[in-house]
């Protein structure tokens, strides 16, 4: 589903993931774990194309098989802008933007879809409310209901349990193992290691440079944990630069 071959993605040609090769099945589900600053959230806005990558001592690549259309990605909750005057029903109806395109009617199918979505993520009676009123609990709700609506083939999630309580990560979660039963691709961005073990059959742990790729019980050892801690502690930010420039820090957007 998605192919990395000596990735390399910098900013300012500073290194933020560096010669990472490997490859996520289709049907897999992952959790991307690492120290604060490894790169994962990178990881996730490269594969959705946000952010440009650069070629490795190979020629790096990163191959992603699914259209645009068919990819759902959800950022942290602190990189979407709430402040959009927008309702829920109306958050969750942009799930069907690539069914519908930008001129297309939306049908009783698709409004079907997103009472249905809404009803799975418990949030009936919502449907009016602004997305800027709600709790970043009930905001990762909305987000999932718009990911249910798009019926995407390659999930990516960035730290979607961030900030919420325990009955909606219960809630999140059951969706992700819903995705998961469905063969659809799942890799999701995780700082709870408790979790990944419990839900995740496999783990990518970064600090920069890959330290493990596999079955989550193999990966998540502690002598991979202090190693990449002690990768990410040790990294020098004014290094040698990269031979190939890059642009500077992108914000994300919703």
């Not at 300012?12 to 600053?37: M, Y």
């Not at 698709?110 to 449907?127: K, P």
């Not at 742990?205 to 944990?225: F, S």
Request: aromatic share 6%; with cysteine; hydrophobic share 45%.
């Amino acid at each position: 589903m998605v192919t990395l071959r000596d990735l390399t993605v910098s900013y300012r040609r500073h290194p933020a993931l560096h010669h990472i090769s490997g490859n996520f099945a289709p049907g897999s589900l992952t959790a991307v774990a690492g120290p604060n600053g490894s790169g994962k959230s990178t990881l996730l806005k490269s594969i959705v194309g946000l952010l440009p990558i650069e070629g490795g001592r190979s020629g790096g690549a990163l191959k992603v098989v699914p259209r645009r259309e068919r990819i759902a990605y959800l950022p942290q909750v602190t990189d979407i802008d709430r402040s959009f005057p927008i309702d829920v029903r109306d958050c969750v109806l942009l799930g069907c933007w690539g069914a519908a395109g930008a001129w297309g009617a939306v049908s009783r199918a698709m409004l079907a879809s997103v009472d249905a979505a809404l009803h799975t993520v418990d949030l009936e009676g919502f449907e009016r409310r602004s997305v800027g009123s709600l709790s970043s609990g009930q905001l990762q709700r909305v987000m999932f209901a718009r990911m249910l609506v798009q019926d995407a083939e390659l999930i990516l999630l960035d730290e979607p349990f961030n900030a919420v309580d325990a009955k909606t990560t219960a809630t999140l979660l059951a969706l992700v193992q819903l995705w998961h039963r469905q063969q659809r691709t799942v890799i999701a961005v995780l700082h709870d290691d408790a979790l990944v073990r419990q839900y995740f059959p496999a783990t990518l742990l970064l600090a920069r440079e890959l330290v493990g790729w596999g079955a989550t019980t193999a990966v998540l050892t502690e002598a991979n944990l202090q190693r990449a801690r002690a990768m990410a502690e040790a990294w020098d930010e004014d290094s040698e630069l990269c031979g190939i420039g890059a642009p500077a820090t992108q914000k994300v957007a919703a």
